[in-house]
């Protein structure tokens, strides 16, 4: 491989349309980007095609994305009732190959089930000190902006949108949410960047959102507070909203992390979130934008020592009691668990309580907390659970419906990278994120599949089998290795990679699992622990708060048992953590013995680069083991009943 790896739009994708006669039928820039498209794939245009595009004369019920798809008479017809729903449909007619031309179908109509499909970077404009180009970023530098400048050459950030959009995501926030002073001025001074950016993302159907500092009519209007109730402050944000509309007018709206690690926020002035979001959107609402007002609130400088003050409450706590407050284009984008990211967490309870907001689920397709991209691990499962899970009963909704009136948002894991996202098979996770935003009762394994088949299209059998075996089970594998039973953050503090079981256990940051000679997990039960169990609806309170029927893999989560306890699979805890932490890092082990049978399938550069990180992942795999068993070994005294090393 030279230069830049085409992740899964390699040209051999574009086989089947490129050998196809094609007409492409209608008007605009998203039209004229499917020609261009066609044109690259070398497909001859013609008026007698295999393949025929357009946009219908009367609109029908598909939507500004829909596209409906058939094969008769020797044609493979798409309609669209928009140039965005046609941009999908020829993508759709790329994923299905030569399956989209080999037999009549009869008529398929296809629309994105969420109509808000977000990437939000953390990227920010100067290096951060601490945080770097990216924060949390595990693929080098920004797409956006190097040392400081925006890039002057923005090419790669076209072949981005592309990718992107091939995958049915239509909006990107570009800049970090924790919006240091430099990054501040993209607001105003330095919207030009912004406008370029959205100038490259644009063909694509992909709107640019920005995130804003709360303060910023006092960082940089001059004012004297940032109160969303004084009237200069709110001009100041009508104002300044109406010239970044005049700037970039399909601009999509705000990202806000408010009151958060540090960020100010609408407390200062004893408003309201409702107050400092609804400000916001009253900006925008002229110009058809919304913001993304972040429930990622929680008291970063916690005494250890306070058993009464749980972090898993404090979205539910601050935000449910202002259900039916936020205006309709005042969009509360939640975590999809209660704390951050971790592992395994339950869904947040949060989702279940606000029927009055338009609510977007967060998920961190970076993998923060599941290896930072030297680990193999393939979010798609965690996340279809997640958006398939019914907080009320199996009747209520389902997490993808809920999140249907705000969106779905995943924190990109992209970078400078010339793999795009450091490890190769972390392209898997933002190609699904994408999917399951459009479809997110579509199949993780299918998905999978999916993925594999354009990424590598001339992978023989064994290749393809191999990697849907690496990856399709990899989450469970790095849980089994990692933090267990649901207890979470026993990484290294700061950086968050790799063991240390006690790294976070007496700092500010309200993320602990109290083990101790007796046992382990933090008890948030109603009878006897930090009532977090009551913020969800039955049947979960009861489920979660009993320890019989809690779930075995969120049971630490919830309960704090002793090493004796029997799970629901029959074994102990302590047995339960000294198995799968075996198991797991075997399992790692396996992985790259199996990549390292048909490594030499696939492109040098990409073998090479997934070889080192399989190495990495067996060494971290191991150190989590041993720190892992080691340490509960030693607190709770009792023997691996098989016998193992323990150190
Ligand atoms: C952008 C976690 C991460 C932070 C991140 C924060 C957030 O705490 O460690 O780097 O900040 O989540 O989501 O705002």
Redesign the pocket.
Same mark, same amino acid.
Do not use: C, L, T
């Given at each position: 491989m030279t230069g830049i790896h085409p992740a899964w739009l390699p040209a051999e994708a574009f086989r089947a349309v490129g050998s196809r006669r094609v007409a492409v039928h209608g008007d605009g820039e998203l039209v004229d980007t499917i020609r261009a498209e066609v044109a690259s794939a070398g497909s001859p245009s013609s008026s007698s095609p295999d393949l025929a595009l357009s946009i219908a004369a009367t609109p029908g019920s598909l939507g500004d994305e829909g596209f409906a798809l058939a094969r008769s008479d020797g044609v493979t017809t798409v309609v669209a009732d928009a140039p965005a729903g046609l941009l999908y449909g020829f993508f759709h007619v790329v994923r299905l190959g030569e399956a989209a031309f080999n037999a009549d179908r009869p008529v398929e109509e296809h629309r994105p089930a969420l109509r808000r499909r977000m990437v939000e970077h953390?990227d920010n404009v100067h290096v951060n000190p601490v945080?770097g180009q990216v924060?949390?970023g595990y693929a080098g530098g920004s797409l956006f902006w190097e040392r400081g400048a925006l890039r002057a050459d923005l090419r790669r950030v076209r072949d981005y949108a592309r990718l992107l959009a091939s995958c049915g995501i239509n909006a990107v926030a570009v800049n970090?949410?924790?919006v240091h002073a430099t990054e501040a001025h993209l607001l105003t001074d330095r919207l030009g960047e912004v406008a370029a950016i959205a100038a490259e993302l644009r063909p694509y159907g992909i709107r640019v959102h920005l995130s804003v500092n709360f303060a910023s009519p006092i960082m940089l209007g001059g004012l004297a507070t940032a109160d969303p109730l004084d009237p200069s402050v709110r001009e100041w944000w009508a104002a300044t909203t109406s010239r970044v509309y005049e700037t970039i007018p399909d601009f999509g709206g705000y990202v806000v992390?408010a009151d958060? =690690?540090g960020q100010p926020g609408p407390f200062a002035y004893g408003r309201s979130h409702a107050d400092g979001a609804n400000m916001l959107a009253d900006a925008l609402a002229p110009h058809g934008g919304v913001v993304h007002w972040?429930a990622?609130v929680y008291n970063h400088r916690q005494d250890w020592r306070d058993r009464s003050t749980d972090r898993a409450r404090a979205a539910y706590d601050h935000f449910a009691p202002l259900d039916g407050q936020f205006h309709d284009n005042a969009i509360l984008q939640v975590?999809h668990g209660p704390i951050?990211?971790q592992t395994r967490e339950p869904v947040s309870p949060v989702i279940a309580a606000m029927p009055g907001t338009r609510l977007a689920v967060e998920l961190q397709a970076t993998q =923060?907390y599941t290896g930072q991209q030297r680990h193999v691990c393939y979010l798609a499962p965690m996340w279809s659970e997640m958006l398939r899970f019914r907080l009320h009963a199996d009747d209520g909704p389902a997490v993808a419906a809920i999140a249907e009136s705000g969106g779905l948002v995943a924190?990109s894991n992209v970078g400078d990278d010339p793999f795009w996202t450091g490890h190769p098979l972390a392209q898997a996770n933002l190609y699904a994120f994408g999917r399951l935003a459009w479809a997110p009762d579509a199949d993780p394994l299918a998905i999978l599949d999916e993925w594999i088949g354009l990424t590598f299209p001339a992978a023989p059998p064994q290749l393809r089998q191999t990697l849907r075996a690496m990856m399709d089970d990899s989450w469970h594998t790095y849980e089994k290795y990692t933090a267990p039973l649901g207890v979470g953050f026993m990484v290294r503090p700061g950086h968050?990679y790799g063991p240390d079981v006690d790294g976070y256990e007496y700092t500010s940051w309200g993320t602990y699992h109290f083990a101790d000679r007796d046992g382990v997990g933090v008890d948030r039960t109603r009878a006897t622990g930090t009532g977090f169990t009551g913020q969800y609806p039955q049947p979960w309170a009861d489920v979660y708060e009993s320890l019989d029927q809690c779930p075995d893999e969120l049971l630490l989560f919830f309960h704090h048992v002793p090493y004796g306890h029997v799970l629901r699979s029959g074994s102990t805890v302590i047995q339960h953590i000294y198995d799968t932490h075996f198991d797991g890092a075997d399992e790692a082990a396996r992985i790259r013995d199996s990549w390292s049978v048909v490594g030499h399938l696939v492109d040098p550069g990409v073998d090479a680069r997934v070889r080192e990180r399989l190495d990495e992942q067996v060494r971290s795999a191991e150190e989590w083991r041993d720190q892992i068993n080691t340490y509960f070994f030693r607190k709770s005294g009792v023997p691996d009943a098989k016998n193992r090393r323990i150190y």
């Open positions: 953390w945080m924060e949390r970090n949410v924790n992390k958060s =690690e972040r990622f975590k951050d990211f =923060e924190v968050h």
